[in-house]
């Protein structure tokens, strides 16, 4: 598991970096500008091979790369002096401005690109998953749910401004507001009711998150087991992949939340599983073993119907996953800057990366590290964008600053050029060790960390 684990990390980082450089590559050759060097990586090179006049490298630190265009020397400190006998027709530098502009913009395209492809090219493969409507099963009582309000059979109508939410975007923006007071909407027995339900603060990694304590009702979905860790309780149990989870402990299931929630509430108790297996109804009982934080060693999912996709469709389904991604993000960001978010446990670095690759494969498998891979590149796309000096949002910023000067007949000059330049590369230094710390400390404090127990689960039928 540790070397695929390895290799999906690789794959995920490698992939979105090469990506990204690939798409500065293929404009600057469209627009026959000299492309001197295609680097993974910055910093010393480690190997390589030169074809033509360009050398494909990997380089010594792993924090992202770059393609060194003939004639651009404005990331000198990153990326190394360029030759001095390139034509002017294929110096980068005396193009016009909107070739410029494109080059820069082509990296940053080709990664949100990629972010949109993968969902797009699933649903054709897969189909889009017909997403039931948002129903309460059980409120925990005394929970944040059950003091706003809410009760079984309430269906979900809108949440904090989302109208017609689905369970991520629920969940997720219950997630970032630990103790905020968010406004929901309910239809019950068909009356619009509006309330407000604060989320419980739990504390993960040293980092508050909200839950709204209650199970939802997926409407008869199959909850079916995703995978099973070798050599688990689970494993000797006799649970197999695939496995249909029928009851637990006596209880009719009816979300993968309620397995969960009971496995974590029955601690080193022997728990009865009722499943389906090939038509067949099997009864099995774990015993009274624990692993990694009073867990059996499976994962259990809905299995949602999958509807046959179009382009329309696919698109559609593309575009709402990469919004929701983006809407989070920028929630968890703004968190941060007014202060209600720690920037330790929003931004990570490689560690946190292959710690993220990990769950994603032992949860999804390769599906999951394509989701992995989607979401690094719509982040590395969007933060390339942002306007500081060294990334591709500064350059363009750049290039639009010296179009408005000359119009009046102004310019600036190399002396300023340089400088600004050499305040990017000490901000992208600075980052490169925050995130580098950052992760080591988060890892260090995961390991000192106890696990906290999930909430009761609901009651017997």
Do not use: C
């Amino acid at each position: 598991m540790t070397l695929l684990v390895a290799i999906a990390f690789i794959f995920i980082l490698g992939s979105a970096v090469v990506l990204h450089e690939f798409g500065h590559f293929i404009v600057a050759k469209l627009f026959k500008i000299r492309v001197e060097t295609f680097s993974v990586g910055f910093g010393p090179r480690l190997f390589g091979k030169k074809w033509g006049q360009t050398d494909y490298r990997v380089s010594a630190i792993p924090l992202g790369g770059y393609v060194k265009l003939g004639g651009d020397e404005s990331n000198a400190p990153l990326e190394g002096d360029g030759a001095e006998d390139i034509p002017p027709e294929e110096q980068y530098n005396l193009r016009p401005r909107w070739q410029r502009i494109s080059v820069a913009l082509a990296g940053p395209i080709m990664n949100i690109l990629t972010a949109l492809a993968i969902p797009f090219t699933a649903a054709f493969i897969y189909g889009v998953p017909a997403t039931p409507s948002a129903v309460v099963y059980y409120v925990h009582q005394g929970g944040a749910a059950d003091q706003a309000g809410l009760k079984p059979g309430d269906r979900i109508v809108a949440f904090n401004g989302t109208r017609n939410p689905n369970w991520d975007s629920i969940t997720g923006d219950a997630l970032l507001s630990p103790g905020h007071a968010l406004p929901i909407v309910i239809d019950r027995n068909g009356s619009n009711i509006n309330l407000t339900i604060t989320p419980t603060t739990r504390v993960e990694n040293g980092e508050a998150a909200g839950t709204l304590d209650f199970i939802p009702d997926y409407g008869g979905l199959p909850v079916v087991v995703d995978s099973v860790a070798p050599n688990s309780p689970a494993e000797a149990a006799g649970l197999k992949r695939d496995d249909r989870f029928i009851s637990i402990g006596g209880e009719d299931v009816k979300s993968s939340a309620q397995v969960t929630e009971y496995v974590g509430d029955h601690d080193k108790q022997p728990i009865a599983m009722t499943i389906e297996r090939d038509g067949k109804t099997i009864q099995l009982t774990s015993d009274d073993r624990r692993i990694n934080g009073n867990k059996l060693g499976f994962i259990v999912v809905e299995k949602y119907p999958l509807l046959a996709a179009n382009v329309s469709s696919a698109g559609k389904y593309a575009v709402d996953q990469n919004i929701q991604i983006l809407r989070l993000t920028g929630k968890a960001l703004g968190q941060v800057f007014s202060g209600q978010r720690s920037v330790r446990n929003t931004l990570s670095g490689p560690i946190g990366i292959y710690q993220a690759t990990q769950k994603s494969i032992e949860r999804l498998g390769w599906d999951g590290v394509f989701g992995m891979l989607g979401f690094l590149s719509l982040n590395l796309g969007i933060f390339n964008l942002l306007p500081i000096p060294v990334l591709d949002g500064g350059a363009i910023f750049l290039f639009l600053i010296e179009g408005l000067l000359a119009l009046i007949g102004l310019s600036i000059s190399t002396a300023v050029r340089e400088r600004i330049q050499q305040v990017g590369f000490v901000m992208v230094l600075l980052l490169m060790v925050f995130v580098l710390s950052n992760d080591f400390l988060k890892l260090i404090g995961g390991r000192n960390q106890e696990p906290e127990k999930p909430p009761a689960a609901a009651p017997a039928k």
